[in-house]
């Protein structure tokens, strides 16, 4: 299972769900205008969902669920501090944060 932040209109989950088509991916973002282009975006793809989802309270996910946590330049503009803690919180043991970002 993967999570992925701040996904905007769906990049990266539709990548990685038409890659890895086992995988099943909830894209995320805070925006609900950019939940609706992901969900455009992803349709036809059965195993994403996508969801308005505030990283620095992730509450609506249970503790160590996700396999993957993805966030494309998303932590730059949140208290970092919380959505770290929220995202290591999510991610079972032994999952894996992958993180791009300016500078």
Known sequence: ??????????????????ELPDLHVTCTDV???????????TAGLPHVTCEVVDMEDMSQF?????????????YM???????LAET???LRPGGSPLSAHWG
């Open 31 to 41: 925006a609900s205008d950019m939940v609706e282009a992901a969900r455009r975006r």
């Open 88 to 90: 290591r919180r999510v």
């Open 1 to 18: 299972r993967m999570l992925d932040l701040a996904s905007g209109p769906g990049e990266p989950s539709k990548l990685f769900a038409t």
């Open 77 to 83: 503009f949140v208290d970092l501090d919380k959505a």
């Open 62 to 74: 249970a503790s160590s669920t996700f396999d993957l946590v993805t966030c494309s330049y998303g």
